[in-house]
């Protein structure tokens, strides 16, 4: 960048004459930063003033904001009949898959006597609640053991709380035995 330009330049972000702009990058070594900063101290620019800035925990905000926060938010939660219809098919379809890859077992002198999957054993319930209810517990006290087989361990571990099941029947089976001997 030539001188000629440098001091058009400084005289557009300044507003000083030609002349002063000249003197003024003649007397800063041809720097514009310091051409700018020697007229500031000869008093032919003002500085420029300094804004404050506050920052408070508490902040206000326009109206137009807070109705296109809410127009925004309105928008977003919007879903017609049929998107909640695929949205509530596609869970549907992920359930039966996962009930289907989960797995419950029958076990006695731990050999399996029977397995199926856990959709089956819901359907199983359906028609049948108080007979396979009775069934189960009864179950217990004959030694079967009832576990789950795929299922992901998270706050409760269902396997834990089948085996804890089983072993309070075993204990009061013999309980029992021992009370008539």
């Known amino acids: 960048m030539d001188n000629l330009e440098k001091v058009e330049r400084i005289r557009e972000k300044t507003g000083v004459s030609y002349e002063d702009a000249k003197i003024a990058l003649e007397a800063s070594n041809n720097d514009m930063l310091d051409a700018i900063v020697y007229l ?74 029977f397995s199926l999957p856990l959709l089956a054993l819901i359907i199983i319930m359906l028609f049948a609640f108080w007979l396979v209810g009775i069934l189960l517990i009864v179950g217990l006290f004959f030694d079967y053991k009832y576990s789950f087989e795929g299922v992901n361990p998270t706050t409760v571990d269902i396997n834990d709380l089948c085996n804890k099941a089983s072993d309070t029947c075993t204990g009061l089976r013999e309980d029992i035995k021992n009370e008539k001997k």
């Open 40 to 113: 500031e101290k000869l008093g032919k620019v003002n500085a420029p003033k300094q804004s404050q800035y506050v920052t408070s925990f508490e902040t206000e905000t326009s109206s137009e904001f807070d109705k296109a926060q809410a127009d925004y938010e309105k928008a977003c939660k919007k879903s017609s009949f049929g998107e909640k219809i695929d949205s509530f098919g596609e869970w549907f379809k992920k359930v039966i898959k996962r009930s289907c890859e989960i797995k419950f077992n029958v076990d006695r002198y731990e050999e399996r006597v």
